[in-house]
């Protein structure tokens, strides 16, 4: 028979574990209010089902004291067992820097100051962001809008078989791959692109601009229109980087 878990029961160096993936129904909340509805994030954001089978292992498991659902994110609902436990909690971050500098303009600016040290990355990385995007106090937008997909590995060959200029990166998941979204809605000819108050920037075709008195909802209909066409031409959906409110 199953034990009953309860958030009150945590210990001192119990350590945290989590099923699922973390953020997956928060980026399926943005994914229905960009009007993808149809994404794996969204469709889990509108049906969530208890993870009953790992429930019930984890119940019979004598060395786990308590459990509860991740309604809220980890970092609200941990709160709760901390609270009804009487413990803390714990994150233990490396204290030793391990730079990934896997983009080219990154890795000759950071050589070019000297080396990896945090303030040459961070010195190089500002520089770049000066050089591709616009100044927010002259031309109003959020930066870089939408997310590099990451996709299946079958899809991407086939794509870079018909594109063999595409960029391709690794995505850290087996069977997957990662695709610039910059390159494929410059592709789909938004680059430098403007419709009414609205447009897409002339350097960064990741930056939606506002050329003056647009609003949220003019914003949002474009980038509706360029993941509409990305979507029909390459086969790939892409989601907003930034935060709608």
């Known amino acids: 028979m199953t034990n009953i878990k309860r958030r009150s029961a945590a210990k001192v160096g119990d350590v945290i574990a989590v099923t699922g993936k ?3 129904s928060s980026k399926g909340l943005v994914d229905i209010m960009f ?8 469709r889990i954001h509108r049906m969530a089902q208890a993870r009953v089978t790992e429930g019930v292992w984890l119940g019979e498991q004598k060395e786990v004291h308590a459990m509860m659902d991740i309604s809220d994110g980890i970092a609200s ?14 994150i233990e971050l490396s204290k030793v820097a391990n730079p990934r500098l ?6 000759r600016e950071v050589e070019a100051r000297g080396g990896a040290t945090l303030a040459n990355i961070r010195d190089a990385i500002c520089s770049i962001r000066r050089s591709k995007l616009p100044d927010t106090a002259v031309l109003g937008n959020a930066g870089s809008f939408f997310k590099n997909p990451v996709v299946e590995r079958e899809l991407a060959e086939r794509l870079l078989a018909e594109y063999p200029d595409m960029p391709l990166y ?3 998941e087996e069977g997957k791959a990662k695709l610039a979204a910059g390159w494929l809605i410059d592709r789909t000819g938004w680059k430098g692109k403007s419709d009414g108050r609205v447009g897409v920037h002339t350097r960064q075709a990741l930056v939606l ?34 935060n709608v409110l």
Do not use: C, W
């Not at 009007?35 to 969204?42: K, M, R, V, Y």
């Not at 609902?77 to 714990?90: C, F």
């Open 209 to 242: 601009i506002n050329l003056g008195g647009a609003t949220g909802a003019e914003v949002m209909e474009l980038a509706y229109r360029i993941v509409t066409e990305v979507k029909e031409r390459f086969g790939v959906e892409l989601s907003p980087e930034v």
């Open 35 to 42: 009007g993808d509805l149809n994404t794996e994030a969204a």
């Open 22 to 24: 973390l953020g997956i």
């Open 170 to 172: 690794p995505a850290g």
């Open 102 to 107: 896997g983009y080219g303009d990154v890795v």
């Open 77 to 90: 609902d941990i709160k709760h067992i901390m609270g009804q436990s009487a413990v803390g909690a714990e």
